[in-house]
């Protein structure tokens, strides 16, 4: 509730103790009436207020368990949200729409894309044409562009307007599809859909991707033409296509002309994009100084431009930099999320500060409301290239302690290390792990990695290893040809007969018996 009611009830307060010195009894005996009538008003207020802002932190605390889902695969999203409404708390197309917003900004497409997919197919909420939007998008980024497509066609006319045609320019612009992006815009051109300053940004990145910035300056001329305002985002764009061409004055020129002309207000992101321009350039003292102008830029609302900090001062070299930011980060919000720390992560591995990372990591390891298994992955992709391997595994041990569960990655990582340490064992153990989860997701071991186990296998003469190797890609349902024509391989090495189910085995997998195999299986199992 705001401070207008409660200063109007003391306001009513202080005038009935007036009234009351004055009146008569007859009279004074309606003011506490009207007082007690004042009083159910504002004990109404304060309830509804309280109520509201319940909802609002009932709000937030929805998206930190959105936001900590971190790498969850497919459902947790629904599920979070089903268990948030059978705890009977209450939920909103707006405030669900924010979340989405918010898992956007950090590259969470597939949470997103599960929040807006739960709020129309589960929950039958009707979404603005803003919104459809912003759904576009984002199966474009999850499901393909063609997905993205059918969706737009299928929207009703009324909702093709200048947002959905945006979206869908900028999913081409994305996937560096000039033709199309092209034909799209002359299209809006005839509708009269490009007056926003969005359509032409979505252009200018796209020639910036293509290797063509050259374009982009033409495009900002163009739209000063057409009377269409450049915009923040415009200037960063324009700095990037600069720097593309190695341009270093004509960024300090944009970022100049900022500063000078008020045309634009520079905007924080203005400096972080002119910082990493430096560092790219290896111009860290000017990166720092630009650095600096960022900071003046921080309004204490928003965690984003102290993350920018952070991996900007690891770019240009500064470890003490990135602590201090990263205290001031702290001081400023009290709660800090999975993607600040795993930001903080990558900056001290950058610096090679392990001794940090790993007490950043046991910092959050202490804190954290969700695990996030890209935490436990990156600090174990750090420990392995230091060479800590009992330490890195120390950390998958702590994690499941603590309810946190290995994935794909750890299992990849560890394997790289072990194979690369040539301890096939200890890498066949963690393939092993893999296939323990597969079921809950489609993985496969790359060629690379058979390659090195049956390479392994075959040169120690090791049947019994082999075999137990193709059992596991057996699991992973990865188990072709190449695999068992080097296990027949082994076989052969080792001196040692097949058992006949192997045969029996290689056509239940539908493997094509080419000349080679065939051979080979003839050796080991005897012919037909």
Known sequence: MGKLPILQFLWAMSASRRLLSTVSPASAAAVPAAVESSSAVLAEEEEEGMQEKKNRERGKHLYRWLSELGGAPEGAVSRTLDK???????????????????????????????????????????????????????????????????????????????????????????????????????????????????????????????????????????????????????????????????????????????????????????????????????????????????????????????????????????????????????????????????????????????????????????VFTFYDARLTNFAIGAHLRHGMVEEAESLVRKAKEKGGAYDFRTCDMFMDYYLKNNEIAAALNWLEAAVQIAKEAEWKLDDEKVEMFMKYYGKGKCVDGAEKFCKALEGLGSLGAGAYESLLRTYVASGRRGDPSLRRRIEEDKVELVPTIQDLLDVVCGSK
């Open 84 to 366: 948030w409404v059978r705890e009977g708390r209450p939920v909103s197309a707006m405030d669900l729409i924010k979340h989405v917003k918010g898992l956007r900004k950090y590259r969470r497409y597939e949470h997103a894309l599960e929040v807006m997919d739960w709020m129309v197919n589960i929950k039958g909420m009707k979404i603005s044409y803003g919104d459809h939007a912003i759904r576009l998008y984002l199966i474009a980024k999850v499901k393909g562009v063609k997905s993205a497509e059918d969706y737009f066609t299928n929207l009703p006319e009324s909702a093709k307007n200048q947002l959905t045609y945006g979206a869908l320019l900028s999913c081409y612009c994305s996937e560096k599809m000039e033709d199309d992006a092209v034909t799209l815009y002359e299209k809006m051109k005839e509708l009269k859909l490009v007056s926003g300053t969005l359509v032409h940004n979505h252009l200018m990145t796209l020639y910036t991707k293509l290797g063509q910035p050259e374009k982009v300056p033409t495009i900002l001329e163009e739209m000063k033409a057409n009377n269409v305002a450049p915009d923040n985002v415009t200037y960063c764009i324009l700095m990037n296509s600069y720097a593309s061409l190695n341009d270093i004055e004509s960024v300090e020129r944009v970022i100049n002309q900022l500063e000078d002309t008020g045309e634009v207000l520079p905007h924080w992101s203005s400096y972080s994009t002119l910082a990493s321009i430096y560092n790219s350039a290896g111009l860290f003292e000017k990166s720092e100084s630009a650095l600096k102008k960022l900071e003046q830029l921080i309004d204490g609302s928003d965690k984003e431009p102290f993350h920018f900090l952070v991996s900007l001062y690891a770019g240009a070299g500064n470890l003490q930099e990135v602590h201090r930011v990263w205290k001031s980060l702290k001081a400023t919000f009290t709660k800090q999320t999975n993607i600040g720390y795993l930001i903080m992560l990558q900056a001290l591995n950058k610096l090679d500060d392990i001794d940090g990372l790993k007490a950043c990591y046991e910092e959050w390891e202490s």
